[in-house]
Antibody, heavy 118, light 111 residues
Framework: EVQLLESGGGLEQPGGSLRLSCAAS????????MTWVRQAPGKGLEWVST????????YYADSVKGRFTISRDNSKNTLYLQMNRLRAEDTAIYYC???????????WGQGALVTVSS | QSVLTQPPSVSGAPGQRVTISCTGS?????????VHWYQHLPGTAPKLLIY???NRPSGVPDRFSGSKSGTSASLAITGLQAEDEADYYC???????????FGGGTKLTVL
């Protein structure tokens, strides 16, 4: 059974930093691209970032480019999202997901809540 | 403002059929990129419902079907059941934004 478990969320002040982790199991983690998707309160889903299976290619939404960094450790089956210079509008539930096929998200984690507030 | 446009809400009685539209443009759906659909209950992990425009993952009932034409796509749900009440999102790729894009989501209410 595929499992994706996010951690590292919490309350941070504007301008601060947080690092999210996503521990994967039940599939060959190193074979698939991975992605982060977020949902702000009362809003819809928003794609944040994607990383290739080997970690050599990364892609970002304009809203986070230059502030967030996606990375992965295939030896630990773990995906990361380093979030710097946080803004109030980054407040959201952050989901990690397996990115496969013709560009869809096959399995999702339960999400980690990030709140940016003073 | 989402790149892909969905109606904010749809509703139907148990047993009825509903459709949810997803309208894009020449830089995403109209460019030939596949459309995928997700079901999301607040507080839970989103669930892949349809991939590659028309394909259902194993375990998804055949009451759910997808289609695509031109710059639009649709999700149809037949034989509505109470447990279908959820938010539904379409998703594709946009070559102008160089990334994945979602619709704004549609809340399905089963009357």
């Amino acid at each position: 059974e595929v499992q994706l478990l996010e951690s590292g969320g919490g309350l941070e002040q504007p301008g601060g930093s947080l690092r999210l982790s996503c521990a994967a199991s039940g599939f060959t983690f190193s074979s698939n691209a991975m992605t982060w998707v977020r949902q702000a309160p009362g809003k819809g889903l928003e794609w944040v970032s994607t990383i290739s299976s080997r970690g050599d290619r990364t892609y970002y939404a304009d809203s986070v480019k230059g502030r967030f960094t996606i990375s992965r450790d295939n030896s630990k089956n773990t995906l990361y999202l380093q979030m710097n210079r946080l803004r109030a509008e980054d407040t959201a539930i952050y989901y990690c997901a397996e990115f496969v096929g013709t560009g869809y998200f096959q399995h999702w984690g339960q999400g980690a809540l990030v709140t940016v507030s003073s | 403002q989402s790149v892909l446009t969905q109606p904010p809400s749809v509703s139907g009685a148990p047993g009825q059929r509903v459709t949810i539209s997803c309208t894009g443009s020449s830089s995403n759906i109209g460019a030939g990129y596949d459309v995928h659909w997700y079901q999301h209950l607040p507080g839970t992990a989103p669930k892949l419902l349809i991939y590659g425009n028309t394909n259902r993952p194993s375990g998804v009932p055949d009451r759910f079907s997808g289609s695509k034409s031109g710059t639009s796509a649709s999700l149809a749900i037949t034989g509505l059941q109470a447990e279908d009440e959820a938010d539904y999102y379409c998703q594709s790729y946009d070559n102008r934004l160089s990334g994945s894009v979602f619709g704004g989501g549609t809340k399905l209410t089963v009357l």
